[in-house]
């Protein structure tokens, strides 16, 4: 199977180019989309807060709220940032008392519109038997692209 970029299963995901030329520093693009990823998901949902951890190997977690891990993956110059349920000890523990897996998937139900509108540039169209994904720009990418 062909590889592709990671994102943990069951995510919200928008997809992105960290870099559109040969000469641009990806690890320099890569920050800057960190830092925009961090600021305009506390800005558009407020309940996040920073967080610094990994969902297996490939996954980075940068922010999380009571039912959610937000975070980025990269593969080959392509990121998947991700929006999925929270899937530690601490929130398993606390849903045992308080269910909270139900709230958590309707709140990602109404909240993936917006968040694909605030960082999808490309939308997965589908993918060939090898595993191996294709793109198109996003409807409203393409509107602004002359």
């Known amino acids: 199977m062909g590889r592709s970029v ?3 299963a069951g995510s ?10 040969e000469d641009a520093d990806v690890d320099w693009a890569y920050e800057c989309l960190v830092d925009e990823i961090i600021d305009t998901t506390k800005t558009n949902f407020p309940s996040f807060e920073r967080f610094e951890g990994w969902r297996g190997r490939e996954d980075r977690i940068l ?8 975070g980025i993956s990269t593969y080959c110059g392509l990121a998947a940032i991700w929006l999925v349920e929270r899937d530690d000890s601490r929130y398993w523990e606390a849903d045992c008392t308080t269910p909270r897996t139900a709230m958590a998937r309707h709140w990602l139900a109404q909240v993936s519109g917006r968040f694909i509108d605030l960082f999808g540039e490309l939308r997965l169209v589908g993918r060939f038997s090898n595993g191996e994904a294709v793109f198109e720009r996003s ?4 509107d602004t692209v002359s």
């Open 12 to 21: 919200v995901v928008a997809f992105r180019l960290l870099d559109d030329g």
């Open 6 to 8: 990671s994102y943990p």
């Open 139 to 142: 409807r409203c990418t393409r």
């Open 63 to 70: 922010l999380r709220n009571a039912f959610a891990d937000c």
